[in-house]
């Protein structure tokens, strides 16, 4: 385990920061997963007007979640998310970034 993991590791176990989840696959058995949620509003131009879009994003370990894939679902404080588009991986392959719809 190298700083980076342990740096992870603490962010995912601190309550103020990460929060129980369900992750729930399309094919394959629940898992219990911690998330860190995110919902940052996105600013797209077009033509000369500014649309404002509110966006969630999740950030799971991938050691909870090794695969992850468009339509797979997450279910955070009773609330359930469809992953949309692809998710990401992080710059040091440690944690996913997950594009997701309130379903």
């Known amino acids: 385990m190298n700083v980076f ?9 601190d309550p ?13 058995a629940t898992v219990p997963v911690r998330v860190i949620v995110r ?3 996105a600013f797209q ?3 000369s007007s500014t649309i404002e879009t509110p966006t969630t994003i999740l950030e799971v370990r991938v050691s909870d979640c090794p695969s992850l894939a468009p339509g797979d679902q997450f279910i955070v404080g009773g609330n359930n998310y469809t992953v949309q588009g692809q998710p990401r991986r992080d710059e040091f392959k440690l944690m996913w970034l997950v594009d997701v719809y309130a379903s």
């Open 5 to 13: 993991d342990t740096a992870i590791a603490t962010l995912f176990a």
């Open 45 to 47: 131009k077009m033509g």
């Open 16 to 28: 103020n920061v990460a929060q129980d989840a369900t992750f729930v696959p399309q094919i394959g």
């Open 39 to 41: 919902a940052p509003d």
